[in-house]
């Protein structure tokens, strides 16, 4: 086949995943790929036309028939949100159960054949957080109301959802982190969530508290984070995404007994679903619908 496609971003998990896909696609002969650095792993695949490039200056590619995802003043990006809140909120009930559970102190005793039981503690008395309120928050957040945590929200912009208390702005956060036993990070990165979760705010939590980050690396500075789980404010964190991905060998977050490392697998889907809701994307442009999950390029999500 002659016809050919454009894709925009793959550098990211999806990216990549529909990258891989579209490379399969017998449909296509030929799929361009812009991106904002070199992907070796790309590169070595068949049909693949990599462009690295600005976004600020696009190259002409006369002829492209089919395009993903399109960068420009308005923006209709191909997302897999059904099925990353599902993965997303999974892997945070997960780890934070597995905290409130004490499973790591179970399987050291296991692991030194002694027998104790802990007195665990009640859903009722461990306040959930949860930063960011968009499908992905409003999902995790969710999630824990049936199994009896207080929940609360903070989000860019006021919002009201049922059967959590919910924040914005600065006097909000400060409010949900002073509040949060249990701190979930579901925010996008932005110039205002790059480096939020620093000393300053993370100081806030209580005592003992747990962090979660689900959203972007760089909303969290790491070396504030290591400081105060080693100060012993900080009961201990779950890290599914990081400042930079895959964090080198000699890197802490391996070897910290408090913290729980994880390969950006929270919001992982089959390549698959990702293609589908991308086809789906593609036949509303074309047929000039609305995109249910259009990115607000002023917001910078």
Same mark, same amino acid.
């Given at each position: 086949?002659?016809?050919r496609?454009?894709?925009?971003?793959?550098?990211?998990?999806?990216?990549?995943?529909?990258?891989?896909e579209?490379?399969?696609n017998?449909?296509?002969g030929?799929?361009?790929v812009?991106?904002?650095?070199?992907?070796?792993?790309?590169?070595l695949m068949?049909?693949?036309?990599?462009?690295?490039?600005?976004?600020n200056?696009?190259p002409?590619?006369?002829?492209v028939d089919?395009v993903?995802?399109?960068l420009?003043?308005?923006i209709?990006?191909?997302?897999?949100?059904e099925a990353f809140?599902?993965?997303?909120?999974?892997?945070?009930v997960a780890?934070?159960?597995?905290?409130?559970?004490?499973?790591p102190?179970?399987?050291?005793?296991q692991a030194?054949a002694?027998?104790?039981?802990?007195r665990?503690?009640?859903?009722?008395?461990?306040r959930?957080?949860v930063?960011?309120?968009?499908?992905v928050g409003?999902a995790i957040?969710s999630?824990?109301?049936?199994?009896g945590?207080p929940?609360?929200?903070?989000?860019?912009?006021?919002?009201?959802?049922?059967?959590?208390?919910?924040?914005?702005?600065?006097?909000?956060?400060?409010?949900?982190?002073r509040?949060s036993d249990?701190?979930?990070?579901? @925010? +996008?990165?932005? =110039?205002?969530?790059?480096?939020?979760l !620093?000393? #300053? /705010? *993370?100081?806030? @939590? +209580?005592?003992? =508290?747990?962090?979660i980050?689900?959203? !972007?690396? #760089? /909303? *969290?500075?790491?070396?504030?984070l290591?400081a105060?789980l080693?100060?012993?404010?900080?009961?201990g964190?779950a890290?599914?995404?990081?400042?930079?991905?895959?964090?080198?060998?000699?890197n802490?977050?391996?070897?910290?007994?408090?913290v729980l490392?994880?390969?950006?697998?929270a919001?992982?889907?089959?390549r698959?679903?990702?293609?589908q809701?991308?086809?789906e994307?593609?036949q509303?442009?074309?047929?000039?619908r609305?995109q249910?999950?259009?990115?607000?390029?002023?917001?910078?999500?």
């Amino acid at each position: 086949m002659n016809t050919r496609a454009l894709l925009a971003g793959a550098t990211g998990l999806v990216g990549r995943e529909l990258a891989a896909e579209l490379a399969l696609n017998a449909e296509y002969g030929t799929v361009h790929v812009l991106v904002r650095r070199e992907v070796p792993e790309l590169a070595l695949m068949p049909k693949l036309a990599l462009h690295v490039v600005s976004f600020n200056a696009l190259p002409n590619l006369p002829g492209v028939d089919d395009v993903y995802v399109a960068l420009g003043t308005t923006i209709k990006v191909a997302g897999s949100q059904e099925a990353f809140r599902r993965v997303d909120y999974e892997y945070v009930v997960a780890v934070a159960l597995r905290h409130t559970r004490e499973l790591p102190r179970y399987a050291q005793q296991q692991a030194h054949a002694h027998w104790e039981r802990h007195r665990p503690r009640p859903a009722a008395r461990c306040r959930v957080g949860v930063l960011g309120l968009g499908s992905v928050g409003q999902a995790i957040a969710s999630a824990f109301l049936p199994l009896g945590y207080p929940v609360a929200g903070w989000s860019r912009r006021p919002r009201e959802l049922p059967g959590i208390t919910t924040h914005s702005g600065a006097v909000g956060l400060t409010a949900l982190l002073r509040d949060s036993d249990l701190l979930a990070c579901a @925010l +996008p990165l932005t =110039a205002s969530t790059r480096g939020l979760l !620093r000393r #300053e /705010t *993370l100081s806030q @939590l +209580p005592p003992g =508290a747990y962090v979660i980050n689900v959203g !972007r690396g #760089e /909303t *969290l500075n790491e070396v504030d984070l290591r400081a105060l789980l080693d100060e012993g404010h900080l009961a201990g964190a779950a890290l599914d995404v990081f400042e930079r991905e895959p964090p080198s060998a000699d890197n802490w977050v391996w070897s910290h007994p408090r913290v729980l490392a994880t390969p950006h697998i929270a919001g992982e889907v089959s390549r698959a679903v990702v293609a589908q809701q991308t086809l789906e994307a593609l036949q509303l442009a074309r047929a000039g619908r609305p995109q249910p999950r259009a990115v607000d390029r002023a917001a910078g999500y």
